[in-house]
């Protein structure tokens, strides 16, 4: 594993997000936000926490998708 981090500080990214189980059906909904921490996990997927217009979310990497790169203006 190198350095870097799949995703950096300022991403934009989606993930999906249980709202509702039942018997019949799971309710999932996309929810869209910015990377805003990383952090790295020697036994399991990298994390980050990505913020959204209600809250604040840890998610794995593999369960973030990619939606626009930060641009780096310095």
């Known amino acids: 594993m190198g350095d870097q ?3 950096q ?3 934009l990214v989606e ?3 249980t709202e509702r189980t039942t018997e019949e059906y799971i ?6 936000g910015i990377v805003i921490e990383q952090r ?4 399991a997927d990298n994390k980050f926490k ?5 809250q604040d979310y840890w998610i794995r990497a593999d369960h973030l ?3 626009s ?3 780096n203006k310095t």
């Open 50 to 54: 990505v913020r959204t217009p209600d």
């Open 15 to 17: 993930f999906k997000k």
């Open 65 to 67: 998708k990619l939606l």
């Open 9 to 11: 500080l300022g991403d």
């Open 5 to 7: 981090f799949r995703y």
């Open 69 to 71: 790169r930060a641009q």
């Open 40 to 43: 790295w996990v020697f036994t």
């Open 27 to 32: 309710n999932l909904i996309t929810l869209t």
